[in-house]
Every structure is written in structure tokens, then in C-alpha cells.
């Protein structure tokens, strides 16, 4: 499953990951894609989590706190390159709105600035809007989208690469069904790339671990989360606050990178235990390499 429409940026990170090999089930919203995941309805999963010009996607972080069922086992990142898209005979002077997916509109700052004719318009998804703009045949409505979606929709691109950096890139989480339980003593539980049957399973070494945790709202709760982590010297490379609901009150998505089978992770994680109210452990997963080039062309939904 996948957030968007087909022809979104987020199927083909599913089809980077299992090259080809999966059926991509699209779903409206990341919520919805944790739920199919966790229901059994589909195999796997794919959700943006963040983008290096927009940040974090907060909609999959609060996917994946309300889907307990839920494990990351995978990540993916793609270079993100946005065109303009237009039904044919159109032009950049003739189209006066332009929608797209929120992230995605965060990271075209410059051009929607270099034409402020233009009014951007939210949208669920990139390829819906394309859909959509393809539906109403106006020549006065255009989609920020990728190549793909103009091929799938027959619009025309009107501008490329309009993204604010060319190194723009989206890393996704690849999810599984089943909890991702963690004793004090065992270490991270087995890296599962989430490959189809019979696919050959080779990790680099260099690996993350997914955390959710809450704390008492008392001075220095983060702190004291934190400190275990920086004792054994291993790297906190995300954490991000979300709200939980109770007024006022927040869980922290925490990312720590090692290296597989450290011996430093499972007394770590521990101690990290001991001083939270709640921790769930979301997947131990390979570190994906940075984006160098992808005919993709992509974002998230």
C-alpha cells in the first residue's frame, strides 16, 4: 500500500524497493496505509516520512503511532525532481492555479514565488492532482507532479525540476505487519528487508533503529531519554515531538543509527526503557544510501 493516487511518487517507491516485484495499492491517506498494513489487507507498506527541503511528513509519524500492529522494516530514498503539468496547449502565462500535495508545494518555494500568478492549491496527493487536472481539461489549471504522472494523465510539462535544490530527496519507511518486541538483553531484533519470497537478503552493516517514546512532562524527561544513547556513542540522526492527544502532551519518534549486531544497542535501549513511560520499538532497518540519480523523479504522495 501507498499514499496517493497511481502515477504518486510513493509507488514508485515501492517499485524501487521490490524492483518491479509487488501489485502498489493505493490509499488515501497515510493512516490509511498503516491500517492495511496492520489489518493483513495488503503485505507491506510504504510512507514518506520526510523530505531535505520540506521535513518531516507529520501525517506518517501519526500513522504510525496509531498503528500498533505495525513494524519498519526498510527505507527507501529517491531524488525528488517536481515538474509543472498542464493539459495540452496551455502555458506557463495561461495556467493560474497550480495544485499538488502540501509537501510537495513546500519544496517549489522559488518558482511559485518567480510566478506570482500562480496560486498553489493543496491536494491529497501529486498524481490526484494531476488526475484531476487532466479530468477538467482547463487550460488555466496545472499539477505540480512528476513525469510519470504527466505520461499516466497525458498532460504536458510546462516546467522541470522546478524543486528549490537539485539534490532534493524523500526518504520512505517500507512497513510490515507484527510488533517489534525488544528485551533488555537481546539487541535488535532481525533486520527483515521486507523482500518477496525467495529474494537474497544482503545489509550493508550500517542499520537504524525506530523508537516511540513518551516521558513524564518533568525538566530534563528528554534528557534522561537521551543520555544512554550518547554514553554508548551511538548517533540520534532524528527525533521529532507529535502530539498525543492529552492536551499538552507529546511522544518523541527517536532514530539511532548503529552498526548491525551492536552489543551496545540492547543495553542502550534499556536504560532508554527505564526512563520513559512508554516505549514501543518500531523496526531495526538498513540505512538507505542517499539519492545519486533515479529516472523516477519523485516525492512523496
Not at 255 to 260: G, I
Amino acid at each position: 500500500a501507498f499514499q496517493g493516487d497511481h502515477g504518486a511518487y510513493s509507488e514508485e517507491a515501492v517499485a524501487a524497493w521490490w524492483e518491479g516485484a509487488a501489485v502498489p495499492v493505493p490509499a488515501r491517506e497515510c493512516a490509511d496505509v498503516a491500517r492495511l498494513v496492520e489489518s493483513g489487507d495488503v503485505d507491506h507498506g510504504v510512507l514518506a516520512i520526510e523530505n531535505t527541503l520540506a521535513g518531516s511528513v507529520v501525517a506518517a509519524y501519526d500513522a504510525l503511532a496509531a498503528a500498533a500492529g505495525v513494524t519498519v522494516v526498510g527505507e527507501v530514498v529517491l531524488p525528488m525532481h517536481h515538474c509543472v503539468l498542464a493539459p495540452p496547449g496551455a502555458t506557463l502565462a495561461t495556467v493560474a492555479t497550480v495544485e499538488s500535495h502540501p509537501v510537495a508545494l513546500a519544496q517549489c518555494g522559488r518558482f511559485l514565488a518567480a510566478h506570482p500568478h500562480i496560486e498553489a492549491r493543496a491536494a491529497y496527493d501529486t498524481a490526484g492532482a494531476a488526475r484531476a487536472v487532466a479530468a477538467r481539461d482547463d487550460g488555466r489549471a496545472g499539477a505540480i507532479a512528476g513525469r510519470g504522472a504527466a505520461q499516466r494523465f497525458g498532460l504536458v510539462v510546462l516546467a522541470a525540476n522546478v524543486e528549490d535544490r537539485p539534490d532534493n530527496q524523500t526518504r520512505f519507511l517500507v512497513l510490515a505487519r507484527g510488533g517489534a518486541p525488544l528485551s533488555a538483553s537481546s539487541g535488535p531484533p532481525a533486520p527483515d528487508r521486507g523482500a518477496p519470497a525467495g529474494a537474497p537478503l544482503v545489509h550493508t552493516g550500517h542499520m537504524r533503529t525506530a523508537l516511540i517514546a513518551v516521558t513524564d512532562n518533568v525538566p530534563g524527561a528528554l534528557l534522561h531519554l537521551l543520555a544512554p544513547l550518547a554514553a554508548a556513542a551511538l548517533n540520534v540522526s532524528k527525533i521529532e515531538s507529535r502530539p498525543t492527544g492529552v492536551p499538552w502532551a507529546y511522544r518523541f519518534f527517536v532514530e539511532v543509527e548503529h552498526d548491525a549486531d551492536d552489543p551496545r544497542l540492547g543495553d542502550a535501549l534499556a536504560a532508554v526503557r527505564g526512563a520513559a513511560r512508554d516505549l514501543r520499538v518500531l523496526g531495526t532497518f538498513e540505512r538507505a544510501r542517499p539519492a545519486a540519480g533515479s529516472a523516477v523523479g519523485g516525492l512523496d504522495g
